[in-house]
């Protein structure tokens, strides 16, 4: 048996990583950079505090807002919610991710 039929050709490994890196690159370009509507991320963060209580009002901006935190910036939503906590109505602001969805900031406001 002939050796170099054993053998893979030198160069496929590196081509073969070199082509997975330019499709996951532009991939990510194309899909990883799309920002998730504002009524989705307000439906993701009502489920979450239903799950501690009634919610009974919500809102959220339409429009992204630049948003940075340290050396991270992104572009976010700005919204509040309302639910009921021992029977009283407990209001809430948050600040999401506008491409991940996550919660950036989640301050309570305390009735005066």
């Known amino acids: 048996m002939n050796a170099s039929n054993n053998s ?11 082509a997975s890196g ?11 950079s799309r920002q998730i509507s504002a009524d989705r991320i307000l439906k993701l963060v009502k ?10 009002d919500s809102w959220i901006n339409d429009t992204a807002v630049p948003f940075q935190r340290f050396a991270v910036k992104s572009k976010a939503y700005e919204g509040g919610i309302s639910r009921l906590e021992d029977g009283e109505k407990v209001n809430y602001e948050f600040i999401a991710d506008a491409y991940t969805g996550s919660l950036l900031e989640l301050k309570r406001i305390e009735n005066d």
């Open 22 to 32: 330019i499709a996951g690159f532009i991939a990510g370009k194309l899909f990883g």
């Open 47 to 56: 489920n979450d505090f239903a799950d501690e209580g009634a919610v009974t």
């Open 8 to 18: 893979l050709n030198p160069w496929v490994i590196p081509v073969t990583l070199g």
